[in-house]
């Protein structure tokens, strides 16, 4: 794998960074200067992911080593100044954004494979890998690791880790909690701590999954042990077109209802399709009406049972076209469209916001007619991409935000469809994370009981609320913060 | 911000880029640093934070934009369509008007005066003629200074501007053919190559004299209004013709872009047609002959102005197929070789680890001959490879098969 080792680039330093607690000074101490940036302009550069909010740290650092994370962590936590963990920057809650003048370690030269086990088929990576390297990388043992979102090729271990990432095949797979077996992670007072390993069942608590999932608020993770499996020895991709939405929606829980579990069930309606196709040149059925993208996956005698099992469903339920990948390239064609969709919706307006409910699967086609309603009622554009195999919704209002009043029609309209979508039994995020932008919306499925519950947990790894402070839990979910009703 | 030039980045180019952050693992100086601020994300953020006069133009912003190779991958996997080398011209013609250095200056003259003066190339074409015959190319600047990395100029200097050639076959329409600025003097074997092949499918070729550099470089450089300027006198030297054709991809990808540099460019932009298109096409029709002796294996290397700007990458393997080789891929991506005009001699740290990776993606291949159809790319290859490769112009090895072939029968 390539470690990067140098080259930089040439970096100017601000000529007056205010240092007075001289953490900066600290931090090029352990760093050397050219891995720490203090310039505004480097610092406006981090101050965001692929989400909408922007913030601004104090200095971002780039570590090579887990002792480097720990020194880092040590300098930053000594003087009262917040830490926060950034992988590729491709999280959509705002997760990695700085929420006040904080040390932002960024992970991504960190990306190392120290150690790939095909027989127990596990392997150690440093966070900063990229998802997809690591799959390419265990190609050649028909090995991979299982989470693919669709951002996999930019978005780090780490990542994924700590927003615990689904992805289009997480649906038979489970999501990246079910692939992580160990993780080193740096906690805030700056120790080196190993969580889980590669027991299946580790002794005391299992923290695993308190970690997985936790957005960098209870520690950095440095060093992943992961799961890899098997390469899939047969694959069927279909891409099956409808005149309407709720008829793919139908199609879908009657797959499910079947006991079939399908590697992927991916749904575009079609004002995403357009958008997507304008990217792809796949030849997409481009107007009204959706598309699935289903794929079987196995070994062969139940992969094509499985597809056709699929295939005459779909049939059942008004399916106008099904297009079978004839081959890699084809079924790699399709799948760039399925994976380039959110980054597409750019090409329709400036603005973009975009939702990450659940709803269970019997509520599906209430909920996604509901969706529309309210849409049309608030009379935005709406796009949607759906994880259909386990309910994960992601419509995407696109708007201008320089229109006046806008994004706050567009917040109350997003905000209707998740509570929506909760009344449904469903909640708020499926795998982007609840960072900043869902923050708010927490006391929607928490009562203030396990909102507390929840920050005592967080007190338990991070006292002085040093680490990714202001993500995930609302202020004041504290019972003592809470003001007497 | 007050943006001083005519062609700054533009708040709706810069808008139509959502950070979503696909591109970064496709760009060559993210992949090597890990740093957003060498990723094309973190360059248009850096853009937009000036745009709207959030930080200044400084030395930090000039050091982020020069950092680019303007390879453009990042366009390639882009979903959505960002215009990622209009922003970054725009930049750098932006950071030459603020910050006017002695190295902006001198790049300037060189690629926006120097390299238009036909005399002046000539001139130079024949110091280095004589530096190669004498043995004294180590004094040249970067990886130029290995003895192989340029090709030896033939004597005497010869230069297509100017001049005509008639069909050898049945005639079957006339087309326009940019000389180019180096390529003229320095690549020539390919000039002669394209223009022959052309003429035996049945074309005139015609190389008007009024023409000039076709300004990528001025443009790539910074120097917007010489770019301007290029592109315009191009527009009036071509007027006549239907087709032009350009064999090097850093002209034909921006000149396919006039349509920014020049009012009435869109027109010419639309008749620019690379080589390797129209040559695979004759290929294809007929018009030019098929080998169907096995020429054993070739490795190929995508110049980024072929596969990224034109998204140009099966014309190329089938000429080559044409020409009865098996071609063997050495880089799926199609990353950056790190040539990058100029960029080799700004950044040599970087251009040299991206010349190492892509010489032993080579390498890995265990042939001795590749195929790229760039003088950039030729170059690089060339320097970080073992004296025992050849690199050519996939265009150049078709022609060569076609004659060896024409000499045995
Ligand atoms: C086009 C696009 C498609 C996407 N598709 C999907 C999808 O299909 N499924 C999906 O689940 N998500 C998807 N996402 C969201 C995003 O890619 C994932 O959340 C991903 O896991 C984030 O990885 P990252 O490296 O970019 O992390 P970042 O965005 O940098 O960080 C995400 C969060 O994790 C924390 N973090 C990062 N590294 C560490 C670490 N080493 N230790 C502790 N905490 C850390 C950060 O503090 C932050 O809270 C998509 C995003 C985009 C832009
Ligand atoms: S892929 Fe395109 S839209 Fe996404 S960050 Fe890169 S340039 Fe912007
Ligand atoms: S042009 Fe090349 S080097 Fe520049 S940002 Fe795009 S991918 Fe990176």
Redesign the interface.
């Known amino acids: 794998m390539?470690g990067?080792g140098?080259?930089?680039?040439?970096?100017?330093r601000?000529s007056s960074v205010d240092d007075s607690s001289g953490v900066v000074a600290r931090l090029i101490g352990v760093l050397g200067s050219e891995r720490v940036?203090t310039?505004?302009?480097?610092l406006?550069?981090?101050g965001?992911?692929?989400g909408v909010t922007p913030g601004e740290a104090a200095v971002v650092v780039?570590p090579e080593s887990t002792d480097e994370v720990a020194a880092v962590v040590r300098v930053a936590t000594a003087a009262g100044v917040p830490v926060v963990a950034r992988g590729?920057?491709?999280g959509l809650a705002g997760g990695a954004v700085p929420t006040s003048a904080c040390v932002l370690v960024?992970l991504?030269?960190m990306?190392e494979i120290f150690e790939v086990d095909e027989v127990g088929r596990t392997a150690w990576v440093g966070a900063?890998l990229?998802n997809?390297?690591l799959s390419n990388a265990v190609a050649d043992h028909g090995l991979l690791f299982a989470p693919d979102p669709a951002?996999q090729?930019?978005?780090t271990i780490g990542g994924n880790v700590g927003t615990n990432a689904g992805g289009p095949h997480c649906l038979a797979e489970g999501s990246t909690i079910a692939h992580v077996l160990g993780m080193e992670v740096v906690t805030g007072d700056g120790e080196v701590m190993m969580v889980g390993g590669a027991a299946p069942d580790p002794l005391g608590y299992d923290l695993r999954g308190l970690f997985v999932g936790s957005e960098g608020t209870l520690g950095i993770v440095t060093r992943v042990l992961v799961r890899l499996v098997e390469v899939p020895p047969q694959l069927e991709t279909m891409l099956i077109s409808f005149v309407d939405v709720s008829d793919a929606a139908r199609a879908v829980s009657e797959v499910i209802a079947e006991g079939v579990v399908p590697a992927a069930l991916e749904l575009m309606d079609g004002p995403m399709i357009e958008a997507?196709e304008?990217?792809v040149h796949a030849g997409l059925p481009v107007g009204p009406g959706a598309v699935l993208l289903a794929e079987v996956s196995g070994h062969s005698v139940g992969v094509a049972a499985d597809a056709a099992l699929v295939r005459e469903i779909a049939v059942l339920n008004g399916a106008t076209e099904i297009r079978v990948a004839r081959d890699e390239d084809d079924r790699a064609l399709l799948w760039k469209g399925r994976k380039?969709?959110?980054?597409?919706?750019?090409?329709s307006a400036?603005d973009?916001y975009l939702n990450d409910t659940v709803v269970p699967r019997t509520r599906f086609v209430d909920v996604l007619d509901e969706i529309y309603a309210i849409a049309e009622r608030y009379e935005l554009r709406l796009l949607n991409l759906i994880h259909a195999g386990d309910g994960n919704f992601h419509p995407i209002v696109s708007y201008d935000a320089a229109e006046a009043g806008m994004t706050e029609k567009v917040i109350d309209a997003t905000h209707e469809m998740v509570r929506a979508a909760v009344a449904a039994g469903g909640t708020l995020s499926g795998e982007h994370g609840i960072g900043i932008e869902k923050r708010d919306l927490m006391p929607e499925v928490f009562s203030a009981d396990d909102l507390d519950a929840q920050e005592r947990i967080r007190d338990a790894f991070d006292p002085l609320r040093l680490l990714n402070p202001g993500k995930v839990l609302p202020e004041g979910s504290r019972c003592l913060d809470r003001p007497p009703t | 911000m007050t943006w001083r030039t005519e062609h700054p980045p533009t708040t709706e180019d810069l808008?139509?880029?959502?950070?979503?952050?696909?591109?970064?693992?496709?760009c060559p100086?993210y992949?090597?640093?890990?740093?957003?601020?060498?990723s094309p994300r973190?360059r248009i953020?850096?853009m937009r934070?000036v745009d709207r006069g959030?930080?200044a133009l400084?030395?930090?912003?000039a050091?982020?934009v020069d950092?680019c190779l303007q390879c453009l991958a990042c366009e390639t996997?882009?979903?959505?369509?960002v215009p990622f080398g209009t922003l970054m011209e725009g930049a750098r013609a932006e950071v030459a008007a603020h910050r006017p250095t002695p190295t902006t200056a001198a790049k300037r003259f060189i690629f926006g005066r120097l390299i238009a003066s036909r005399r002046a190339l000539m001139f130079l074409s024949w110091l280095l003629v004589i530096a190669q015959r004498l043995g004294i190319t180590g004094v040249l600047p970067g990886r130029a200074s290995k003895a192989k990395a340029i090709r030896t100029i033939p004597i005497p200097v010869s230069a297509t501007a100017g001049r005509q050639w008639d069909p050898q076959g049945e005639p079957i329409g006339t087309v326009g053919f940019l000389s180019g600025c180096v390529m003229d003097h320095w690549y020539s074997e390919v000039h002669v190559a394209v223009i022959d092949l052309l003429t035996r499918a049945g074309y005139r070729v015609v190389a008007p004299k009024q023409q000039t550099c076709c300004g990528a470089i001025a443009a790539h450089e910074g120097a917007a209004q010489h770019a301007r300027r290029m592109a315009q006198r191009n527009v009036e030297a071509f007027a006549g013709f239907d087709t032009i054709i350009v064999d090097s991809a850093g002209c034909s990808a921006h000149m396919k872009d006039y349509a920014h540099w020049t009012e009435d460019g869109a027109d010419l932009a639309g008749r620019i047609a690379d080589a390797n298109q129209v040559i695979a096409k004759l290929i294809a029709d007929g018009k030019l002959p098929t080998i169907t002796e096995r020429r054993g294996q070739i490795a190929i290397q995508d110049p980024c102005h072929l596969r990224h700007a034109q998204g140009i990458t099966l014309q190329p393997r089938d000429i080559l197929r044409a020409a009865g080789y098996e071609v063997v891929e050495t880089d799926p991506t199609g990353t950056c070789c790190g040539a990058a005009g100029a960029y080799q001699l700004s950044?040599p740290?970087?251009s040299e680890?991206l010349g190492r990776r892509k010489a032993a993606q080579v390498a890995a291949t265990d042939l001795d001959r590749v195929a790229s159809a760039n003088p950039g790319c030729e170059m690089q290859l060339l320097s970080y490879l073992g004296n025992s490769t050849t690199v050519e112009h996939p265009i150049e090895i078709y022609r060569n098969e076609l004659n060896r072939n024409q000499e045995s029968t």
């Open positions: 390539i990067y140098l080259p930089h680039f040439p970096m100017t601000a940036h310039h505004p302009l480097d406006l550069v981090f965001k992911d692929a780039l590729a920057g491709t960024v991504t030269r990306n900063g990229v997809e390297a951002s090729q930019t978005a997507v304008n990217f380039a969709a959110f980054g597409a919706i750019a090409q400036p973009y | 808008n139509s880029c959502i950070d979503c952050g696909l591109c970064l693992s496709a100086t992949s090597i640093t890990g740093d957003e601020t060498a973190g953020a850096a934070a959030t930080v400084d030395n930090r912003f050091q982020i950092s996997v882009c979903p959505s369509l950044h740290q970087v680890r």
